[in-house]
């Protein structure tokens, strides 16, 4: 069999030639360009690579060859929840909200599926990637492919989680989603300016004090399939924090707010009770670092695919899809949200994506074979 070589894709960039992995975030403000993966669960690989440059012929080059790409049977996808679950979760996380425990807190679950060919060259993220840049394009989509380290992962996220450049940096969290901005709830606006605060109070503990504003608040966002409310906050990094600016920041904004919870602590704990399988890169931190030029893009890792290989069983494709629970959250419907998320990039997966943009059979998500979508 053979094994692609390390490569990392994002901002239309292709990065070859590995020189350097390290869980170190400090070496994020050292020299060279890094590729970034940091797992929900607080894992961290950065890749520093010696030749990176412009990458116009990615999708192109998928169109020429759609076949390279061997995914997972439409029906094979199964999840961490299912359905009943995770209607049981959002109406334990309310009770929580009621008690006055929390506030909002995401609710996730990990969708597995078998990987048909066990040869890495006939399921490589790369290929991937391009598939989901042609069927799904994302503003922070990316590939990162480290296979002696595992991590293979390929991203179509649509959130920023942190931009630097120099001493600025941004965030733009993502709370409400919905088919139409006409669907789009009081409850979304809500929990968007919930997670705000969050953020604010995030990027206040490395910024000089008056400097963290928010320039955009709820704005509405579209992307393939549906449209999100965003919003911006930015800040300038305190002096004392910008020797090791990546670390500071890492250390103290996450994971993520808008993937989280308020109170960001007890939320955590909460996911930690009712989530059943580790989120990995996905809810995580996926993107590119320039060291010597102090700027970088880390998306927040939603709307992302990962690899895991040397199971028993064989190789497998993971894919991770929540939605956040306030007091004003239907249970049904926050699950119909997580089906929202997952149904066109599962369908791209699983080669149920044509090039018209129309689906095939569809690819089903949550129990197998009995879990029946109830979609509004």
């Not at 149904?343 to 569809?362: F, K, M, N, P």
Request: aromatic share 6%; hydrophobic share 40%; glycine share 12%.
């Amino acid at each position: 069999m053979s094994v692609p070589a390390p490569l990392a894709r994002f901002g239309g960039l292709v990065a070859t030639d590995l020189r350097d992995v390290t869980d170190d975030p400090t070496a994020l403000d050292s020299t060279g360009w890094w590729a970034v993966v940091a797992t929900f669960e607080g894992g961290l690989t950065c890749a520093r690579f010696g030749d990176v440059r412009p990458d116009p012929g990615h999708v192109r080059a998928v169109r020429n060859s759609p076949a390279s790409w061997r995914g997972p049977a439409p029906g094979d996808w199964t999840g961490s929840l299912d359905r009943d679950a995770y209607v049981a979760g959002v109406r334990r996380v309310r009770e929580h909200i009621a008690a006055g425990d929390v506030y909002q807190a995401n609710l996730c679950r990990v969708l597995t599926a078998p990987l048909p060919d066990p040869d890495p060259a006939a399921s490589d993220v790369d290929r991937l990637a391009a598939l989901l840049a042609r069927g799904n394009p994302a503003p922070y989509a990316g590939t990162v492919r480290l296979p002696a380290h595992g991590v293979e992962v390929a991203t179509a996220s649509p959130e920023l989680f942190l931009r630097r450049d120099g001493d600025n940096v941004s965030s733009g969290p993502i709370k409400g989603t919905a088919r139409t901005a006409a669907e789009l709830l009081e409850k979304d606006h809500a929990e968007n300016v919930m997670i705000v605060d969050l953020v604010r109070n995030d990027l206040g503990r490395v910024c000089t004090p008056g400097t963290v504003t928010v320039p955009a608040l709820c704005a509405v966002e579209p992307h393939p399939g549906l449209v999100h409310l965003v919003s911006t906050v930015r800040g300038e990094l305190a002096p004392d924090r910008r020797r090791h600016a990546w670390a500071a920041l890492l250390a103290d904004t996450f994971p993520p707010g808008s993937v989280t919870g308020a109170p960001k602590h007890r939320a955590l704990q909460l996911i930690g009770a009712l989530e059943t399988a580790p989120r990995g890169p996905y809810c995580g931190a996926i993107g590119w670092v320039d060291a010597d030029r102090r700027t970088g893009e880390l998306a927040v890792g939603i709307r992302t695919f990962w690899i895991e290989r040397g199971l028993p069983a064989g190789p497998v494709l993971r894919f991770g899809t929540g939605a956040g629970i306030t007091w004003g959250s239907d249970p049904v419907r926050e699950w119909e949200e997580t089906e929202l998320k997952a149904d066109r990039l599962l369908a791209i997966a699983s080669g149920e994506y044509g090039e018209e943009g129309a689906y095939g059979h569809g690819a089903r998500v949550g129990h197998p074979a009995r879990d029946e979508r109830t979609t509004t």
